[in-house]
């Protein structure tokens, strides 16, 4: 086929093909029983589950009829009251998004709370492009970021008390979510290449020998966790999946550093592995397109994410429709487009109740220099770029501390997790001698479940610092080490030479 005749381009082919393509490793040989996910939630009431089913379905039909139906049933607002009648974003390298009239109004209206229906078609091909998961029943649903999945996940999964597991170190936001279920953390250590298997083997086999209550959930950042900016080898994650199995439990895998990973070697999700349903995926854009337009989804067994669903009717209906709007044009279309094209959400199927959106219809201005080869792939590759050499340029300043702290370069994401050598407890250094020196940081509590514990780590965040005051900021951190390490033998008691 000539150029001019090649079928569109969707923007998630273009990410697909700016990642490393063996990471998409499809079935996985491994033994595990297919779980019943239902059986893994907490205890809700059915009945009132099956009442806003019957509203989520009349909501998703009266979305999907168009004008061929008189309607009395539609608790929607009149678009005419809406305020707004032209809606113009500008691409960094040129054209603009462009929204007005009826195509405008349906953005701002509500939609069905599993998400704008050609956003859910682009994001289901590209799960599968990217990952190609075993056969199963799947689905995703656009949620506002990972955070919230990470909310809906646990509202659903967990009940008072219950055990979860955790890498000792985790994003804080995890913490925040946990704290109204009062969980028991089981914590995992982590070395430079992230979450130890035969630790987490060891602990669920004792506790399983003691008959204590066995967790029936993992949450891993498998992709440059944060704070501790590591990775798990593909090996890791086939062991950690083997031993989900094994033990039955669930693993909520939160991947919003994919995009950044700053290697070439290629490792597989969870997701791609996943024969058995054992697997709740969290995805965002937040950190290469925007953070607030709030860009994320969730990808589950089916019988879970109809749960999902349901929690995100009764939470906040659905995420901003303008929002999704907005991210199914970003990035930039890819090259086999028309300088000036449609991407319109006509004759793109929304669930198994078969209807159709017709409604929305965002053009894409710009000239014909502006679709550069690549598209979506091509600002994907300038964003990994950028932070890799913030990375770099962090690493090389941090030479004055070689002697007074231990770290390791992060294989992706956005932080360096630093040890400070000849520090108990990194609080004080962090919130009165740093602090009043100009200097700001985040100690290592931040990201344990009990805060009051002694840390000795601090994670550096370079993706937002001026290039230019890195070897300030790391010959500030250096001497205040020092002051802080000056201090600490200070308050050691001091044997007498009488002493043994």
């Known amino acids: 086929m000539e150029a001019e005749d090649r079928p569109p381009t969707r923007w998630t082919d273009d990410l697909v093909k700016a990642l490393p393509t063996e990471a998409t490793v499809g079935v996985w040989g491994g033994l595990c029983h297919t779980v019943d996910v239902l059986r893994l939630m907490n205890d809700d009431d059915d009945d009132g589950q099956v009442n806003k089913m019957v509203l989520s379905f009349a909501a998703t039909l009266a979305y999907g009829v ?9 608790g929607m607002p009149n678009e005419e009251v809406f305020p707004f009648n032209r809606l113009e974003m500008g691409w960094t390298k040129g054209g603009a998004l462009h929204m007005e009239g009826k195509e405008l109004s349906t953005a701002l209206q509500y939609l069905p709370s599993q998400g704008l229906p050609a956003l859910l078609s682009e994001l289901r091909a590209f799960q599968q492009d990217l990952h190609r998961p075993p056969p199963l029943q799947r689905d995703v649903i656009v949620t506002n970021g990972a955070q919230h999945g990470i909310y809906q996940a646990l509202d659903l999964l967990l009940d008072q008390g219950d055990p979860i597991l955790l890498t000792e170190y985790t994003y804080t936001g995890v913490h925040v979510a946990l704290k109204p279920y009062s969980p028991e953390i089981i914590s ?57 199995c094994k033990y039955d439990f669930l693993i909520l895998e939160d991947d919003p550093y994919m995009f950044l990973n700053f290697d070439d070697e290629p490792v597989p999700s969870f997701l791609s592995l996943d024969v ?14 925007s953070a607030g337009l709030r860009g994320g989804w969730l990808s589950a067994p089916r019988p879970l994410l109809q749960r999902v669903e349901l929690h995100m009717q009764a939470e906040l209906l659905h995420s901003c429709t303008l929002a999704q709007a907005a991210l199914l044009a970003a990035p930039p279309p890819s090259p086999s487009r028309s300088a000036r094209s449609s991407i319109s959400t006509g ?28 598209g979506a792939g091509a600002h994907l590759h300038r964003a990994r770029a950028l932070y890799r050499r913030r990375r770099d340029a962090l690493q090389a300043a941090l030479a004055p501390l070689d ?36 200097l700001m940081l985040i ?23 001026a290039l230019k005051d890195m070897d300030l900021a790391a010959r500030t951190l250096a001497d205040i080490i020092k002051e802080e390490q000056s201090r600490s033998l200070q308050k050691q008691p001091q044997r007498l030479a009488t002493q043994h």
Do not use: C
Request: glycine content about 8%; cysteine-free; hydrophobic content about 35%.
């Open 66 to 74: 168009g004008r061929q139906m008189i309607s009395l049933a539609e």
């Open 188 to 244: 995992i250590p982590e070395d430079e290449h992230g979450l130890v298997p035969e630790t987490l083997d060891a602990v669920l086999s004792d506790r399983l020998s003691r008959g204590l209550r066995m967790p029936r959930l993992i949450y891993l950042v498998p992709t440059a966790n944060n704070p501790t900016g590591t990775t798990l080898p593909a090996h890791r994650r086939r062991q950690i999946y083997d031993l989900a």
């Open 276 to 289: 058995a349903g054992r697997v709740i995926r969290l995805d965002s854009l937040s950190k290469v397109v």
């Open 347 to 374: 004759n793109d199927s929304f669930t198994d109740h078969g209807f159709h959106d017709k409604h929305i219809k965002v053009e894409v201005l710009g000239p014909p220099h502006h679709l550069q080869p690549g």
């Open 403 to 438: 002697s007074l702290a231990d770290w390791s370069p992060p294989k992706g994401g956005l932080f360096l997790w630093l040890r400070v050598r000849g520090v108990d407890d990194v609080y004080n250094m962090v919130f009165e001698t740093a602090f009043k020196r100009g």
């Open 443 to 465: 100690p290592g509590q931040a990201f344990l479940y009990d805060t009051s514990a002694p840390s000795q780590h601090l994670r550096l965040t370079f993706s937002k610092i």
